[in-house]
C-alpha cells in the first residue's frame, strides 16, 4: 500500500489498482497551430503540464501502473459526430470551426490528422492503453470500463486538457461508477479563464473525489 498525499485528506492505494487516465493531451489542445490555437484559447499552460506529466508517467511506469490515454476525435467521414438533432453538432468546437471555416474543413480533430495526434512529448509506449473518443467524457460510447474492470483498476490519476471539460467529464463519470477519481492538478491545463480551473477542483476536493500534485505521487511511489 501506499500513502497519497490528497486533498481534502490523504487516502491509502494498492498500486495494483491504480492507473493514470492521459485525457486529449492532442495537439489540438496543447500545441501552436492547434484547434484552441486557433480559436484564440490561451495553451500557455499546457508546456508545464506536458512537463508534469513527463515525469509523472515514467514514474508510474516504472512502478508497474498502467498508463491510459483518452484521444479525442472523428472519423473522416463524420459519421460518429453526429447531426444537427444532437448536441454534439452543436456544441463541439472542432466540428462547429470546420464549419464556420471551409479552410479548416477535415484538419481538426479528425482521425490521424496532426491536430489529432498526442503530442510527442507524451507519445504513447508499449504497454499502454489508447482509447478513443468521439464525446467529452472517456466513457461515452467506449470500452474503457470494461478496460478497467477487467485489470481490476478502482483508483484513477487524472491528467490532461482540458481540466473543466473532457478531465472533469470523463472524472465524474469515473465517480458516478464506482470509480476513485483523483485530479493531477499541475499536469492539466483548463479551457477559459482559470475560474474554470478553480471550480473543477473545488468539485472535486468537496463533493467528487481528491486533488494532489505531481510531486505528491512521486513522493508516494517514492
Excluded at 68 to 93: C, N, R, T
Excluded at 137 to 146: I, M, P, V
Aim: aromatic fraction near 8%.
Amino acid at each position: 500500500m501506499i500513502t497519497l498525499s490528497t486533498r481534502p485528506e490523504p487516502i491509502s492505494i494498492e498500486p495494483r489498482s491504480m492507473a493514470v487516465i492521459v485525457v486529449d493531451m492532442q495537439n489540438a489542445f496543447a500545441s501552436r497551430g492547434g484547434m484552441f490555437d486557433l480559436a484564440g484559447i490561451d495553451i500557455s499552460g499546457a508546456a508545464p503540464a506536458i512537463d508534469a506529466n513527463q515525469r509523472l508517467l515514467a514514474a508510474c511506469r516504472k512502478a508497474g501502473i498502467e498508463v491510459i490515454y483518452l484521444q479525442m476525435g472523428f472519423k473522416s467521414d463524420l459519421s460518429d459526430a453526429g447531426d444537427p438533432s444532437l448536441p454534439v453538432y452543436h456544441k463541439e468546437l472542432a466540428l462547429v470551426m470546420m464549419r464556420n471555416r471551409p479552410e479548416l474543413a477535415g484538419r481538426l480533430l479528425i482521425e490521424d490528422t496532426w491536430d489529432w495526434q498526442i503530442v510527442p512529448e507524451l507519445a504513447p509506449e508499449p504497454g499502454d492503453a489508447v482509447i478513443r473518443k468521439a464525446r467529452y467524457s472517456g466513457f461515452a460510447r467506449t470500452g474503457l470500463e470494461d478496460h478497467l474492470n477487467s485489470r481490476g483498476i478502482r483508483h484513477l490519476l487524472f491528467t490532461g486538457i482540458a481540466t473543466n471539460i473532457c478531465v472533469e467529464s470523463t472524472a465524474r463519470e469515473a465517480y458516478f461508477r464506482d470509480f476513485w477519481p483523483i485530479l493531477v492538478e499541475d499536469a492539466m491545463n483548463q479551457s477559459g479563464p482559470d475560474f474554470n480551473r478553480q471550480a473543477t477542483l473545488w468539485n472535486f476536493e468537496h463533493a467528487l473525489g481528491w486533488v494532489t500534485t505531481s510531486a505528491d505521487v512521486l513522493k508516494a511511489l517514492g
